[in-house]
């Protein structure tokens, strides 16, 4: 039996971080980040962006260098009260702002305030989009299901009060991988409430069990994952992306199947 509940390096749990709106914030937020060695998605709006120099806007991009820029429209409307035509336009253009910034195609999306229905979805999909995490916190360490309608875990303010459960778990087969953690950094207004993320990371960084990755590594792998071809007798592999992939035979063995390579066991 083969089943897709490893990652890379074997690791069988994941963290994340996303966080909205590029809020002077996320220069401190994303220095504790790099403290820790842990990866964030930072969400942004490009209104105030287009009015930047170029040397402005390369430093601002900058800032996310060792993490994902991801979409949150030109002007944070809501997705789902936008026309159609203007929706794309708020998409394409926060893309091609973003783009220009990051160096390399931004594909994913926070819906502002948490606003999506069936036509935001599918003005998204056809505007390249191929993620984007909601508002809705399961309380639960889950993989989406659907990665436009992605719902996480929690708040960064009840995430300290998930840390045990996640952690004392790493070891279980019958647990969740995923600790989603989402917010605003603008709202990390006092002392008291950086040390609170700061304890949040001490608990659940530096650990070999654990991937620490962006939302579109967590994307790109699952999608390369479930590339992977296997044979009948499940002794062959053949793996055609650009991805490294590991999967776990008969709950004993896991096995990595190098990008655009056979593997027989």
Same mark, same amino acid.
Request: charged letters at 25%; aromatic letters at 12%; hydrophobic letters at 35%.
């Given at each position: 039996?083969?089943?897709?509940?490893?990652?890379?390096?074997?690791?069988?749990?994941?963290?994340?971080?996303?966080?909205?709106?590029? &809020?002077?914030?996320?220069?401190?937020?994303?220095?504790?980040?790099?403290?820790?060695?842990?990866?964030?998605?930072?969400?942004?709006?490009?209104?105030?962006?287009?009015?930047?120099?170029?040397?402005?806007?390369?430093?601002?991009?900058?800032?996310?260098?060792?993490?994902?820029?991801?979409? &949150?429209?030109?002007?944070?409307?809501?997705?789902?009260?936008?026309?159609?035509?203007?929706?794309?336009?708020?998409?394409?253009?926060?893309?091609?702002?973003?783009?220009?910034? !990051?160096?390399?195609?931004?594909?994913?999306?926070?819906?502002?305030?948490?606003?999506?229905?069936?036509? !935001?979805?599918?003005?998204?999909?056809?505007?390249?989009?191929?993620?984007?995490?909601?508002? $809705?916190?399961?309380?639960?360490?889950? $993989?989406?299901?659907?990665? $436009?309608?992605?719902?996480?875990?929690?708040?960064?303010?009840? !995430?300290?009060?998930?840390?045990?459960?996640?952690?004392?778990?790493?070891?279980?087969?019958?647990? &969740?991988?995923?600790?989603?953690?989402?917010? &605003?950094?603008?709202?990390?207004?006092?002392?008291?409430?950086?040390?609170?993320?700061?304890?949040? $990371?001490?608990?659940?960084?530096?650990?070999?069990?654990?991937?620490?990755?962006?939302?579109?590594?967590?994307?790109?792998?699952?999608? !390369?994952?479930?590339?992977?071809?296997?044979?009948?007798?499940?002794?062959?592999?053949?793996?055609?992306?650009?991805?490294?992939?590991?999967?776990?035979?008969?709950?004993?063995?896991?096995?990595?199947?190098?990008?655009?390579?056979?593997?027989?066991?």
């Amino acid at each position: 039996m083969i089943q897709f509940n490893v990652y890379p390096d074997g690791k069988k749990r994941i963290v994340t971080f996303s966080y909205d709106d590029g &809020h002077k914030n996320d220069q401190r937020l994303i220095e504790l980040f790099d403290k820790y060695g842990v990866k964030g998605t930072f969400h942004l709006n490009s209104k105030s962006l287009i009015t930047l120099s170029e040397e402005d806007q390369k430093a601002f991009g900058e800032r996310y260098r060792n993490h994902e820029i991801s979409c &949150h429209t030109v002007s944070h409307g809501w997705p789902s009260k936008i026309p159609s035509a203007s929706l794309v336009g708020e998409i394409i253009e926060n893309r091609k702002a973003l783009e220009k910034i !990051a160096g390399y195609p931004v594909i994913g999306m926070s819906y502002p305030s948490g606003s999506f229905n069936d036509n !935001a979805i599918e003005v998204h999909k056809a505007c390249g989009i191929v993620y984007s995490r909601t508002t $809705l916190s399961t309380g639960k360490f889950l $993989l989406p299901d659907d990665f $436009l309608r992605w719902h996480p875990t929690c708040h960064h303010k009840g !995430a300290l009060a998930l840390c045990d459960s996640f952690m004392n778990n790493l070891d279980s087969e019958w647990t &969740h991988p995923l600790f989603y953690i989402w917010g &605003h950094s603008h709202e990390f207004r006092t002392e008291e409430d950086w040390r609170e993320i700061e304890t949040v $990371l001490q608990k659940i960084s530096g650990n070999d069990k654990i991937w620490y990755a962006t939302n579109l590594d967590i994307y790109n792998y699952m999608t !390369a994952q479930r590339q992977l071809q296997i044979s009948v007798d499940e002794r062959t592999f053949y793996n055609p992306t650009a991805i490294d992939v590991w999967v776990e035979r008969d709950k004993k063995e896991i096995l990595c199947i190098p990008k655009g390579q056979t593997v027989t066991l």
